[in-house]
């Protein structure tokens, strides 16, 4: 985005004007590079009773949020883990997709799942026992859903096997401990670009927002390789609506995506515009290596110049001297200082004693222009001087 202009014509009195402002020296100098060291003042030992002590180092956190194995006291596990084990006297048989029988205690089972503990109140009584089916999940996965119940541990290969079948028993039965676990461990390497369609329908299923974004993200990431998969020609066919939203999802984050790189590039131009400002009235007050105005001296290139936009703006003034056209349209490279200096004079507030060349002209030629270029140069300024306000608070002062 290039800065708003209008292309006027200049009469040469302006341009030889421009010309006698500044002093430029083209034979560069041999002096040797000089480096600034800042000293660090060592305090005296008399001054050390005045120093405060520094506040306490913040506590380290743990990067895990989430337990690998079990998150009670050994002793407490080693009870229960029992008690599952040899299901002394079990008041409870949990009977699983192949017909085995799982045994287990209702007190238990209904303090760590009131959903199994309203069922088990309906069930009739046989011989003093209470009948409870799971079915749809292997033996092993309810076998570990239960030992959960009872002491909240887990063998972390068989979470890893079993993890979406355990995330469908802790929604179904409501064991939100067990839920957490299940989405933690999802989340920790386990989708892969073949199942994250298959776990995003089953986040949505289960209530889990957190993991149904987290797929999301990944879908946004390798949407390309992901539509290609079989998961997602089976979700296609089955859940069409699913798939109408997760396109919506992809079009409106490569929109976001372009505008945020849009804003970003725009962002650039500001600040370079505003670096330029800068270099400006660097060189028209100090004077730069080897221009600037006349009641300077000029040394060269003996210091290293903190401005970023300086040795451009140098270049381009180098241009603007020697240029033969030197009429806004005629030049590429004119036109641009022409439009350096009227952005100056709009963002100047000292014409009177300004020292960059025409800032009291475009002053008054601002009088002249019509209310749309107007608008133009008002948006251009109040853009430019966003981004320095903005650098003003997150960057260090120039020294």
């Known amino acids: 985005m290039g800065s708003p202009g209008a292309d006027i014509s200049w009469p040469s009195s302006i341009i030889e004007s421009f010309n006698r402002s500044f002093d430029i020296n083209i034979e560069e100098g041999n002096s040797s590079d000089i480096s600034y060291f800042l000293e660090d003042k060592m305090p005296s030992p008399n001054n050390h009773h005045n120093i405060p002590k520094p506040p306490p180092l913040p506590r380290k956190k743990s990067n895990t949020r989430i337990p690998k194995h079990c998150f009670v006291p050994k002793e407490t596990r080693d009870v229960w883990?029992?008690?599952?084990?040899?299901?002394?006297?079990?008041?409870?048989?949990?009977?699983?997709?192949?017909?085995?029988?799982?045994?287990?205690?209702?007190?238990i089972l209904s303090v760590a799942s009131p959903v199994i503990g309203n069922i088990l109140q309906q069930s009739k009584v046989k011989n003093g026992v209470r009948f409870i089916r799971i079915l749809g999940v292997p033996y092993d996965a309810v076998c570990a859903f239960i030992r959960f119940l009872y002491s909240s541990c887990y063998e972390?290969?068989?979470?890893?096997?079993?993890?979406?079948?355990?995330?469908?028993?802790?929604?179904?039965?409501?064991?939100?401990?067990?839920?957490?676990?299940?989405?933690?461990?999802?989340?920790?390497?386990?989708?892969?670009?073949?199942?994250?369609?298959?776990?995003?329908?089953?986040?949505k299923n289960c209530d889990t927002p957190r993991l149904a974004l987290f797929c999301l993200r990944i879908i946004m990431n390798d949407f390309k390789s992901i539509s290609k998969t079989?998961?997602?020609?089976?979700?296609?066919?089955?859940?069409?609506?699913?798939?109408?939203?997760?396109l919506e999802s992809v079009v409106e984050a490569d929109s976001r995506k372009?505008?945020?790189?849009?804003?970003?590039?725009?962002?650039?131009?500001?600040?370079?515009?505003h670096e330029a400002m800068e270099a400006l009235l660097h060189i028209c007050r100090e004077g730069c290596r080897t221009i600037g105005p006349r009641d300077k001296v000029l040394k060269?290139?003996?210091?290293?110049?903190?401005?970023?936009?300086?040795?451009?703006?140098?270049?381009?003034?180098?241009?603007?001297?020697?240029?033969?056209?030197?009429?806004?349209?005629?030049?590429?490279?004119?036109?641009?200082?022409?439009?350096?200096?009227?952005?100056?004079?709009?963002?100047?507030?000292?014409?009177?004693?300004?020292?960059?060349?025409?800032c009291r002209h475009f002053k008054v030629k601002m009088e002249q222009l019509?209310?749309?270029?107007?608008?133009?140069?008002?948006?251009?300024?109040?853009?430019?001087?966003?981004?320095?306000?903005?650098?003003?608070l997150f960057s260090p002062q120039r020294l």
């Open 370 to 392: 019509s209310k749309k270029e107007e608008v133009k140069w008002k948006l251009l300024v109040r853009k430019v001087v966003a981004v320095k306000n903005a650098q003003k």
């Open 156 to 203: 972390e290969e068989e979470m890893n096997k079993f993890v979406l079948h355990l995330l469908v028993l802790s929604h179904s039965y409501t064991v939100s401990s067990l839920k957490r676990i299940c989405e933690h461990i999802l989340e920790q390497g386990w989708l892969n670009n073949e199942n994250v369609v298959d776990v995003l329908q089953l986040a």
């Open 81 to 107: 883990e029992k008690l599952f084990k040899e299901g002394y006297g079990a008041d409870v048989h949990v009977i699983t997709e192949n017909g085995s029988i799982i045994p287990a205690h209702r007190s």
């Open 300 to 358: 060269g290139s003996s210091v290293p110049c903190g401005f970023p936009a300086c040795k451009g703006l140098e270049t381009l003034i180098r241009h603007f001297y020697v240029c033969k056209t030197k009429v806004p349209g005629g030049c590429v490279h004119c036109k641009r200082m022409w439009q350096l200096l009227e952005l100056h004079s709009r963002m100047c507030n000292e014409p009177e004693t300004c020292k960059v060349p025409l």
């Open 230 to 246: 079989e998961a997602w020609k089976f979700m296609k066919r089955d859940n069409p609506s699913l798939e109408q939203e997760l």
């Open 258 to 273: 372009q505008e945020r790189m849009k804003k970003i590039e725009e962002r650039k131009v500001y600040l370079q515009l």
